[in-house]
T-cell receptor, first 111, second 114 residues
Framework: SQTIHQWPATLVQPVGSPLSLECTVE??????LYWYRQAAGRGLQLLFY??????ISSEVPQNLSASRPQDRQFILSSKKLLLSDSGFYLC??????????FGQGTRLTVV | AQSVTQLGSHVSVSEGALVLLRCNYS??????LFWYVQYPNQGLQLLLK??????LVKGINGFEAEFKKSETSFHLTKPSAHMSDAAEYFC????????????FGAGTQVVVTP
């Protein structure tokens, strides 16, 4: 069965510090992967998606970037965090014909 | 562009009572529609989906939803609420064949009272 690993579960970072959130999946190959953010007042928002290694599409302009260095690895990064980057970050995996499955998320608080 | 509207940000139901969560969509073409549930500090779990096969869709945990094109609705119901149904519920839509590219509603928080 497919599994999504996200870490860390919680993170508190100062404004201006860098960020790296990792998502790895198991039990599938060549998956479509997604980063969503859930923030107060902004609901669930698709940030990036990837259909393969090195292929990244950005849905909204922002302070974040994403990379996919390996087939089952999806990384969300920032060079300098802003207060507005606080939120709950969810990695998702698409199973064709079934739907999107989400990881347990990382709660980021920028202070 | 497609979107979904969930009516009611908070719903309180008694244990054993009907759960009804409303979702209306806006789309110029037939969409794919989904309901997800989220428990505190956890990811989203897929409850059910509509993909133009049957209009009445049955999902996990006793939930079902009916697609009504004439009303552009996809309301979620459960005949008898259980305490474990307390969570936040999200309706989502996509027009693409990528079912991971979802447009979510604002969510409905369900509280179940004894």
């Amino acid at each position: 069965s497919q599994t999504i690993h996200q870490w860390p579960a919680t993170l508190v970072q100062p404004v201006g510090s860098p960020l790296s959130l990792e998502c790895t999946v198991e039990g599938t190959s060549n998956p479509n992967l997604y980063w969503y953010r859930q923030a107060a007042g902004r609901g669930l928002q698709l940030l990036f998606y990837s259909v393969g290694i090195g292929q990244i599409s950005s849905e909204v302009p922002q302070n974040l970037s994403a990379s996919r260095p390996q087939d089952r690895q999806f990384i969300l990064s920032s060079k300098k965090l802003l207060l507005s980057d606080s939120g709950f970050y969810l990695c998702a995996l698409e199973t064709r014909g079934v739907g999107a499955f989400f990881g347990q998320g990382t709660r980021l608080t920028v202070v | 562009a497609q979107s979904v509207t969930q009516l009611g940000s908070h719903v309180s139901v008694s244990e054993g009572a009907l759960v009804l969560l409303r979702c209306n969509y806006s789309s110029s073409v037939p969409p794919y529609l989904f309901w997800y549930v989220q428990y505190p500090n956890q990811g989203l779990q897929l409850l059910l989906k509509y993909t133009s096969a049957a209009t009445l869709v049955k999902g996990i945990n006793g939930f079902e939803a009916e697609f009504k094109k004439s009303e552009t609705s996809f309301h979620l119901t459960k005949p008898s609420a259980h305490m474990s149904d307390a969570a936040e519920y999200f309706c989502a839509v996509t027009l693409s064949d990528s079912w991971g590219k979802l447009q979510f509603g604002a969510g409905t928080q369900v509280v179940v009272t004894p």
